[in-house]
């Protein structure tokens, strides 16, 4: 029996105009695997994002999630399938609450029509009351339930990133991607934000697909690696394969 991967490009180039930001990208991600996409600034690896969630439309080639192309398919239709990212410049709504981003990213799974919404309709509590529960239960992961109610936009940074990482989870992704999570983390956060990508990975059985500079992270977490360069798959495989061949070219 075949094995479907939970995400495929196959020869994914993007052209803006004459330039060539990503040329003949192809990446494979398995079911619970956790993989990394590295290169230096430019390399077009937020494109390459913004490329299977539906932002830009490929010029050529083709994306396949969970075996089915994805390509043409608006960026909210990505989400419902499952597939959730968070963002390199940090996407929160400030003004509201630390629960109430995690709601928004739960829209998919709340159902309560208009009508039992304006009248207050028992079903309309009975939805609020599991959101609140599904809420609080995503923030445990990262300690984060007792600020439940305090507004994001008065977060420190890093928990700012953190509340980005637990609204994405809010969706149910069977894909998660991650836009360099550990960016402006001191040594012990992202040391804590490493246990917590594996904790997400084994307690959802998602996949994640991560872009990050930090290589230690990289290194330590991830059991695939893609590095790109001016748009182009330069290298990839286990982190063990890679460290072992740029040792023999040293």
Partial sequence: MRIVA??????????????????????????????????????????????????????????????????????????????????????????????????????????????????????????????????????????????AGVKAGSLPYGAQRRLEIVRALGTNPSLLLLDEPAAGMNPSETAELMENIVKIRDTFQIAILLIEHDMNLVMGICEGICVLNFGQIIAKGTPCLLYTSDAADD
């Fill in 6 to 147: 939970v995400l495929e490009l196959k020869g994914v180039t993007k052209q803006f105009g004459g330039l060539t930001a990503v040329s003949e990208v192809d990446l494979k991600i398995e079911k619970n695997q956790i993989c990394s996409l590295i290169g230096p600034n430019g390399a077009g690896k937020t494109t390459v994002f913004n490329i299977i969630t539906g932002v830009y439309q490929v010029t050529k080639g083709d994306i396949f999630f969970e075996g089915r192309s994805i390509c043409g398919c608006a960026p909210y239709k990505i989400v419902d399938m499952g597939i959730a990212r968070t963002y390199q410049n940090i996407r929160l709504f400030n003004n509201l609450s630390v629960e109430d981003n995690v709601k928004i990213g739960m829209h998919n799974s709340i159902h309560c029509g208009l009508f039992s919404g304006i009248l207050r309709l028992p079903r309309y509590w009975k939805e609020e009351k599991t959101a609140h529960e599904r809420a609080l239960e995503l923030l445990s992961i990262f300690d984060m339930q007792d600020l």
